[in-house]
């Protein structure tokens, strides 16, 4: 192993850093394997980023999921076990409030026709994908001493994939259900002036407190199991992030996009910086997958195939987080008689009940009842004051997925093709993307609800029917641009609805990143008419 060395400045001070690198070598070839076509070759450059050359697609995906199994085990299976609730069965009866919650937020829907219902490719890749992943656990489990430390400390083996389970798994939290109990209490108080001081609206919108919620009746306690979603484990020592608010406030990505017409080459220039925090392992696994008809390189994440950001043979793609109100709280009144039963519609409805079981390390299993409302999952109860609060997010209705939409992005060769893969992508995003024909664009996604009249998602709602969503509004509702007039588009977080978009009527946010990151960019762009 030889060093690379490079002089940078660091506070306006040159430095030399040393970096240890590796030689590029050819590692023996995944053949025989359970799921696998044909041999696929694999090829680790000098950084440890492995290349893949495979015969058939399906098969390139197989080797995504092997090598993420071969090189993040641990942290794959653990992403895995806290999605699908199953922490407790390792780390013990502090992680039941987790398991619950995330058992609470799995798609309740048919699995089978939702994987069904994407292009014969995409499920091809997907079950090659988990095929990969279970290829390299059946070997570490034949031999115990292939498996990370993590699994001896903890005395556990890997969790066995479903296909299916990338279907189940949807939790991408991503509303406002925290300020939303905020708005409500302060309105309770006469206050609700105050939150413009908080979180100012934009773009501009007068906020109400919808008809009929009791303000002086909410409280943190009904965000329930939803709360324990957004909180941290509670071993700090598992996979925790730090909690400091200032960075979290200032934290968010950047991405532009360059026509040919303004840079030095004549060819369009994608950037984006994701920035990520700094972890071990880091937050992106560096892939290469390369057979006849795919070539795409670039990062993607544990458990989900394919690539989030870089290029392939014609398109390149980036992202930064878009905002989209995607979950909204919906108050019940239930039955005094009855407490499974809540008013809606002139009458009363019966939750759905489900039971499930939860191993506990250390202690005899515990059975949990979990309730659904005809909003989504019924975070939390209490009979005693005739009431429960339900939730409902975009990411659980049928037809969106959070961990299948890298496929078609990285199979797509054109704008329209990419557009057509972002319509399964539910997390809010803003996608950039440039082409080798020279083109620039980009195109807002995520599932926006088509919210009843008077609601506008920044508040607790009442849950007796007139309130209800109404669907998932489509693709082309959000934003887009392709070509523009400027030259570039940059996007930094920031509430960037064009002139002119219906805001009142699709009601996708209020909330957004300050735009300092943005107007810096835009400064620089602006002033480059050459860009290199």
């Known amino acids: 192993m030889q060093a690379t060395r490079r002089t940078v400045l660091l506070g306006g001070v040159a430095a030399t850093l040393s970096a240890p690198e590796r030689r590029a070598r050819a590692t023996a070839p995944l053949q025989g394997l359970p799921g696998l076509g044909q041999p696929v070759e694999v090829l680790e450059d000098c950084w440890g980023v492995?290349?893949?050359?495979?015969?058939?697609?399906?098969?390139?995906?197989?080797?995504?999921?092997?090598?993420?199994?071969?090189?993040?085990?641990?942290?794959?299976?653990?992403?895995?076990?806290?999605?699908?609730?199953?922490?407790?069965?390792?780390?013990?009866?502090?992680?039941?409030?987790?398991?619950?919650?995330?058992?609470?937020?799995?798609?309740?829907?048919?699995?089978?026709?939702?994987?069904?219902?994407?292009?014969?490719?995409?499920?091809?890749?997907?079950?090659?994908?988990?095929?990969?992943?279970?290829?390299?656990?059946?070997?570490?489990?034949?031999?115990?001493?292939?498996?990370?430390?993590?699994?001896?400390?903890?005395?556990?083996?890997?969790?066995?994939?479903?296909?299916?389970?990338?279907?189940?798994?949807?939790?991408?939290?991503?509303?406002?259900?925290?300020?939303?109990?905020?708005?409500?209490?302060?309105?309770?108080?006469?206050?609700?002036?105050?939150?413009?001081?908080?979180?100012?609206?934009?773009?501009?919108?007068?906020?109400?407190?919808?008809?009929?919620?009791?303000?002086?009746?909410?409280?943190?306690?009904?965000?329930?199991?939803?709360?324990?979603?957004?909180?941290?484990?509670?071993?700090?020592?598992?996979?925790?992030?730090?909690?400091?608010?200032?960075?979290?406030?200032?934290?968010?990505?950047?991405?532009?996009?360059?026509?040919?017409?303004?840079?030095?080459?004549?060819?369009?220039?994608?950037?984006?910086?994701?920035?990520?925090?700094?972890?071990?392992?880091?937050?992106?696994?560096?892939?290469?997958?390369?057979?006849?008809?795919?070539?795409?390189?670039?990062?993607?994440?544990?458990?989900?195939?394919?690539?989030?950001?870089?290029?392939?043979?014609?398109?390149?793609?980036?992202?930064?987080?878009?905002?989209?109100?995607?979950?909204?709280?919906?108050?019940?009144?239930?039955?005094?008689?009855?407490?499974?039963?809540?008013a809606h519609q002139g009458g009363w409805k019966r939750m759905k009940q489900v039971e499930t079981r939860i191993a506990v390390r250390g202690e005899a299993e515990q059975v949990v009842n979990l309730f659904y409302s005809v909003h989504g999952p019924v975070v939390s109860r209490d009979p005693t004051r005739n009431r429960a609060t339900a939730v409902s997010a975009t990411w659980l209705a049928p037809g969106a997925n959070g961990l299948l939409a890298n496929i078609g992005i990285n199979l797509a060769h054109d704008w329209p093709s990419f557009r057509e893969a972002l319509r399964v992508h539910t997390s809010p995003t803003n996608f950039t993307y440039a082409d080798t024909s020279g083109n620039i664009g980009w195109q807002a996604a995520g599932g926006l609800p088509r919210r009843a009249p008077g609601h506008d998602g920044l508040m607790p709602a009442p849950g007796d029917g007139r309130y209800d969503w109404q669907g998932l509004q489509p693709l082309e509702a959000l934003p887009s641009s392709f070509n523009p007039a400027r030259g570039w588009f940059g996007t930094s977080n920031e509430m960037n609805l064009p002139p002119g978009y219906p805001v009142e009527e699709r009601r996708v946010s209020f909330e957004w990143r300050d735009g300092f990151r943005h107007e810096r960019v835009a400064q620089m762009l602006d002033a480059t008419p050459r860009a290199t």
């Open 50 to 342: 492995p290349h893949v050359r495979a015969q058939s697609i399906p098969d390139a995906f197989f080797a995504d999921g092997y090598l993420i199994a071969r090189d993040r085990l641990w942290e794959l299976d653990f992403g895995h076990r806290r999605s699908l609730g199953q922490l407790a069965e390792v780390f013990g009866p502090a992680f039941v409030p987790s398991d619950t919650a995330n058992r609470l937020v799995l798609f309740r829907g048919d699995a089978a026709r939702e994987l069904a219902a994407l292009p014969a490719l995409t499920q091809d890749c997907a079950r090659a994908y988990v095929a990969g992943i279970n290829a390299r656990i059946a070997e570490v489990t034949a031999t115990p001493s292939l498996l990370p430390p993590e699994f001896g400390i903890f005395a556990t083996t890997p969790l066995h994939w479903d296909v299916l389970d990338l279907i189940r798994v949807r939790a991408e939290i991503t509303g406002n259900t925290q300020t939303e109990i905020r708005r409500a209490r302060l309105a309770a108080r006469g206050a609700l002036a105050y939150d413009a001081l908080i979180t100012p609206l934009e773009p501009v919108h007068d906020l109400h407190v919808p008809e009929g919620l009791d303000t002086a009746a909410i409280s943190e306690a009904d965000l329930g199991l939803f709360g324990v979603l957004q909180a941290p484990l509670p071993r700090h020592d598992l996979h925790a992030t730090a909690e400091d608010g200032t960075r979290r406030r200032n934290e968010g990505s950047n991405s532009w996009v360059i026509a040919p017409s303004r840079t030095a080459t004549g060819r369009p220039i994608l950037a984006n910086d994701p920035h990520l925090s700094f972890g071990v392992p880091g937050p992106r696994h560096v892939i290469h997958l390369t057979a006849p008809g795919l070539d795409v390189i670039g990062g993607g994440g544990a458990g989900m195939p394919g690539v989030m950001q870089g290029h392939n043979a014609t398109i390149a793609f980036g992202r930064t987080n878009f905002h989209i109100d995607q979950e909204d709280l919906f108050i019940l009144r239930t039955n005094p008689a009855d407490p499974l039963l809540y």
